[in-house]
Structure formats: structure tokens, C-alpha cells
């Protein structure tokens, strides 16, 4: 049997467990729920190998994927506000418990969110190896990539959610993004709000320019870096392997300050923001909102072998690129940090052929990657099988 039981639980084992050699892979060996979306309480142990979970639609398969990826920093794989995550005939709030093998060893994760704290934006609770931690402490142990089927709009919807797809390979690269990030859209959400109040204080706007254009050149920087890594790693790759079953992608980033950084050091192109932030004042008063940024830039795709825009290809060859990039998104974490990342694919093969889902499996072997997959259809991942854990989940219910 590949998962069973846990006598003790993750939340009560041991809390120091010594930080060893930094391991290959990332992989969760203990879980724990407690009135987490569908599940009142649910506790498994597990192997490194990938992880498939099996059952009815609704049968609680993506909330097990939701509940492993708030193990890392951010909101997790859905975003949604943490009071929704409670058990809806539970007490309001939810606990996840973990022991994970992590970039520091093993170590275990306690997660949750109290009962009664359902404020709009309230955080959720972090301790790691006994202590309390900030949510972005997780970055320094565990990192993830995903997919889910709210991601196949990707090339076609808002630049927003391009950002986003971005900004998580940015702070997974390097998680002290988290704060440059964070302090421009408090700066930026001030000055709007400066606006907003018909406030003309030229000393009140001047500091929050100052602050805009130091973490948004950060952030266009960082993003830029981001990018260039990856496109390096997908030639590399096509190099070498030659062009495999997913199509590659041709990235660039589209922005006033990425266009500024491929002509002139970041100190200068501070500089250029403040001025185009102070000369625009007046337009932006009369819109509300700041019109010059990193918050408006956009994340450009194109299809390699067609050399197409990605928008422009049909949703099969959207999909199958977009696996690619998430992929490749993995494969760039292990190459640069020295350990595979959590690879969490919501269900991802039921909308691929035969081949493609053999290469996909492939893919996850080659990299190591404790890869947690759903689907309807246990046939669909017998090509893999005999090197994952298949777990049935039926309505909160997990078994082998």
C-alpha cells in the first residue's frame, strides 16, 4: 500500500528535525486537512513518487491540489479568499498540517485560518518547524508550478492574468520579490487614492513616486531576468532534445520600463519613471488611477512552430503550450535552485491525446517531480502507474 494512515499526526510530530543536504525534489510525505473546503478531516502519509488522485467530478480532488499549494507562499492555486476555504458546516476555519522534504530538509508545515476571522484580505496563520512565519517565509521551503482549467484563457484574457503567471516564476526564482512587489502596489493604491481625495500635495505625491519608481523598476527587472532565463532554458532544450510534444514558446515582455532596461542602467531608468509619474499627474488625476507601470505590462506569447500569436492558435494547441511553459517553468526552478518544485495539474490529461499524455508523464519522471494529478478516468494514467501513488477520493473520502 502506498499511503496509509499516520499514527502521529503532522502538526504533533517533533518540530526540529535538523536541516540536512538540500534534497533533488520537493515532495509532501505527510498531510493533514481539518474542515478545509469538503474535507472534515482527512490524513494520509506518502512516498516522493507523483500522486494521482481519482474521482467523480466535485468529489474533492482540486481541494486537495488547493490545500497542498498553500503550503507555499501566496494564495493558492485559486486565489480565493481564505474564509471561503472553511468547511461550510464547520466552525469558519480551516487547519493543513504537513511534513514536507524541503529546500531546508524535511520539515513541518502548519497552515489554517481562524474561526470567525472572515474579513476581506485577513491572512492565514504560518508556522514552520514549531515557529510562527509571515506567508512569504514558505518560499524559503517549498515551491510550486500549476495548472487548472481557470488558466486556459491565459493568452486570451486580461494582461493581469499574465502578470500573475509571471510574477509567481519571479518569486519562486527569487522570493524577496515578494517586498518590491508588495510596496508598489501599496504606493500605487496610495497615489490613486491621493487622487480619489482631490489631494494636491506636491511633498505627499513626490514620496510615493519615489517609492513607485524604485520597486517598479525592481519588479520590470526582475520580470525581465525572469523571462530571459526562460527563453534561454527552451533553447537549450529544443538544442539538445530538438522540438518535443509540446510546442515552445517565444517569449518578450511588452512595457515602458522593460523597453527603458534594454537601453540604460536601472538608476537611470528610475529616474525616467518619476518623471513620466510626475508629468502625468494630471492625466492620471483626471482618470483615478496611475496609467504608467510594471502593474500595465504584459507578458507577449507566441507559438514557436507556427510563429503565431498565441491568442490567434486553436484552445488544443493553446493548452498543449501552456503545459509546455508550466513545464518549463519547472524544469528552470530545478536547473537554478537544484530542486524540483511541486508539480500540481488539475485536470490536465483528459484534454490530451494519447501521445502527449504519455510524453507528459514522461516529462514528470525526467524531472523528478512529485507531480499531484487529477482526473475522472484511472485508465488515463496507466502509462504512469507503476511510479505513482493512485489515491480514489470520493466526497472527502481518500482511500487506495
Given at each position: ?51 494521482v488522485l481519482v474521482g467523480d467530478n466535485g468529489s474533492g480532488k ?108 519571479v518569486l519562486a526564482l527569487d522570493p524577496k520579490m515578494r517586498t ?221
Open positions: 500500500m502506498r499511503a496509509s494512515p499516520r499514527e502521529q499526526d503532522p502538526a504533533d510530530a517533533p518540530t526540529d528535525k535538523g536541516h540536512g543536504l538540500a534534497p533533488d525534489r520537493l515532495f509532501v510525505t505527510a498531510l493533514k486537512l481539518t474542515d478545509f473546503r469538503n474535507y472534515a478531516s482527512a490524513r494520509f502519509t506518502l512516498q516522493a513518487s507523483p500522486v482540486t481541494n486537495l491540489l488547493e490545500a497542498v499549494s498553500l503550503l507555499g507562499p501566496g494564495h493558492g492555486l485559486r486565489g480565493r479568499p481564505y474564509g471561503e476555504l472553511a468547511r461550510k458546516d464547520g466552525q469558519g476555519g480551516f487547519t493543513i498540517a504537513a511534513t514536507v522534504m524541503s529546500r531546508q530538509g524535511e520539515v513541518d508545515i502548519g497552515t489554517g485560518f481562524l474561526p470567525g476571522t472572515r474579513e476581506e484580505g485577513a491572512g492565514r496563520s504560518v508556522r514552520i518547524a514549531g515557529k510562527d512565519q509571515s506567508t512569504g517565509a514558505l518560499g524559503d521551503y517549498l515551491q510550486h508550478v500549476f495548472l487548472i482549467p481557470a488558466m486556459d484563457g491565459l493568452f486570451t484574457g486580461p494582461a493581469s492574468e499574465r502578470r500573475r503567471f509571471l510574477d509567481r516564476l518590491p512587489l508588495g510596496r508598489y502596489d501599496r504606493a500605487m493604491r496610495q497615489r490613486n487614492r491621493l487622487f480619489q481625495m482631490r489631494e494636491f500635495s506636491r511633498a505627499l505625491f513626490e514620496g510615493l513616486e519615489e517609492q513607485l519608481a524604485e520597486a517598479g523598476v525592481a519588479i520590470a527587472a526582475a520580470r525581465l531576468d525572469a523571462v530571459e532565463r526562460l527563453t534561454a532554458l527552451i533553447d537549450e532544450t529544443r538544442a539538445a532534445r530538438g522540438q518535443g510534444p509540446f510546442p515552445h514558446a517565444v517569449l518578450a515582455l511588452h512595457g515602458t520600463l522593460e523597453t527603458e532596461l534594454t537601453m540604460r542602467p536601472a538608476t537611470e531608468v528610475e529616474d525616467v519613471f518619476r518623471v513620466i509619474l510626475e508629468t502625468g499627474r494630471e492625466r492620471d488625476r483626471a482618470a483615478s488611477r496611475t496609467l504608467e507601470g510594471p502593474h500595465l505590462s504584459d507578458l507577449l506569447v507566441v507559438h514557436g512552430p507556427k510563429n503565431a500569436p498565441a491568442a490567434q492558435c486553436s484552445s488544443g494547441e493553446q493548452k498543449a503550450l501552456l503545459l509546455g511553459l508550466v513545464l518549463a517553468k519547472a524544469d528552470l526552478i530545478k536547473a537554478l535552485e537544484g530542486t524540483c518544485p511541486l508539480v500540481l495539474l488539475d485536470e490536465v490529461a483528459a484534454h490530451l491525446d494519447q501521445a502527449r499524455r504519455e510524453a507528459l508523464f514522461g516529462e514528470i519522471l525526467r524531472l523528478g517531480a512529485q507531480a499531484w494529478m487529477t482526473g475522472t478516468d484511472r485508465e488515463l494514467f496507466s502509462p504512469i502507474a507503476q511510479d505513482a501513488q493512485i489515491l480514489a477520493v470520493n466526497r472527502g473520502n481518500i482511500s487506495t
